[in-house]
């Protein structure tokens, strides 16, 4: 019985999450038929109803709040015992939930993470990829990666390695449109900008020996994209100006298929971070992934980012 109230428990975590029923479902193994009797089951066993269902979506009641709270507390208490018992057998096993941004998720940490299931295959990944930034709690995440230092402080912040952006653009662009050596030269290029959940990222900031400044990008004038590796890829095309963090842009930067512009004014910017949960029990799997990006991005700035231009010893702080 207890381990079909927790299942149940699950199913409902799962359908706030995911805001589906059948989602939820699917990701037990179980029909949408099967999943709308387990929670009619335990609504009834609660006397309370946890959802108002329509035919698009599911809201919350009241009392569902305040069950989702404790449901959480439940599952991963049940999950800090498991992995506690497997710590001291020394096992990476289970499945590790990480959230990153898009263009570095698909192109750097997927790799990465490859690597690491193969010296752990009884391991299972769940990579979320957005250039939005996740709730951990309510995405149900071990490690989120992120680009700065979040001001959340129920989380826990573990620097991975320093990190910068840059303009940048393709040659094909630079020679139909000319390159700019200042700040103020570009006000007549075109420019890719990307759209977070946030607000756009069109705001750039510039430092050097002599002066710093900012340029806001109109959007009206610009190409806009959701998707970090989609703008990388328009401006490989010649589609326009972008910025990108240096760890997404160095292979392109290395094969000469974009150029950094304005390299003197790049700003000086908070590093690549690992968001943790403050009190959540840390599996063995997570603590070893976290082992594991350390190194990577260690030999990262070494392998990636020798050579290419850095921030100068007079640049300001940027603001994202």
Known sequence: MATDKLGDMRLFVDATALGSLSAAGRKMGISPAAAS??????????QSKLFDRTTRALRLTDEGRVYLHYCRLALEAVEAADSAL???????????????STDFGRNLLAPWLAEFSEQHPQLQIALTLTDSLSNLLQDNMDIAIRFGKPEDSSLVARLLAPNWRV??????????????TTPEQLSNHHFIVLITAAGPLNEYYFANAAQCSKLSIPLEQAWETNDG????????????????TIWDAAADLHAGHLKVLLPEYIVDEPGVYALLHR????????RALLDFLLARFNQGQHDLLEGLPQPGAQSATARR
Do not use: D, M
Request: charged content about 25%; some cysteine.
């Open 37 to 46: 009797t387990r929670l009619a089951k335990l609504e009834a066993s609660l």
């Open 229 to 244: 590796t989609l703008a990388r890829i328009w401006a490989q095309q010649g589609r326009g100006i972008t910025r990108k």
């Open 279 to 286: 009190n959540r029990f840390k599996a063995p799997r997570v």
């Open 86 to 100: 497997l710590a001291g057998q020394g096992s990476i096993r289970g499945k590790v939930r990480i959230s990153a």
């Open 167 to 180: 303009l940048c653009a393709a040659p094909s662009y630079l020679e139909k449109h000319g390159t700019p």
